[in-house]
Nanobody, 119 residues
Framework: QVQLVESGGGSVQAGGSLRLSCAAS????????MGWFRQAAPGKERLFVA????????LYGDAVKGRFVVSRDNAKSTVSLQMDSLRPEDTAVYYC????????????WGRGTQVTVSS
């Protein structure tokens, strides 16, 4: 099973920036869609943040539009999330995710990386 591994989390003050990265354990594995979800606390819903398809189509959650930018490198099976103008409510564990095809659910997940934004 292909693994997804996130990096780049940390602590930042409100208004600051962080960049998250995610890499697949097999570079030759092709994901149709790669993206990011976040979970504010255990037991809370894991919410969609952003995604990008193999062809470059992007989607963003309403809470992050205009502040976050998703990008990917298909050749390396990596996806990144540039997070600017961070707010305390962006504090969460961020998970990288992938789908194998257009019809598949999000069935590849990383273990998550913590992002903490202080006011």
């Amino acid at each position: 099973q292909v693994q997804l591994v996130e990096s780049g989390g940390g602590s930042v003050q409100a208004g600051g920036s962080l960049r998250l990265s995610c890499a697949a354990s097999e570079r030759d594995f092709t994901f149709y869609n790669m993206g990011w979800f976040r979970q504010a606390a255990p037991g809370k819903e894991r919410l969609f943040v952003a995604s990008m398809t193999w062809g470059g189509d992007t989607l963003y959650g309403d809470a992050v539009k205009g502040r976050f930018v998703v990008s990917r490198d298909n050749a390396k099976s990596t996806v990144s999330l540039q997070m600017d103008s961070l707010r305390p409510e962006d504090t969460a564990v961020y998970y990288c995710a992938g789908t194998k095809s257009i019809t598949d659910p999000w069935n590849y997940w990383g273990r998550g990386t913590q992002v903490t934004v202080s006011s």
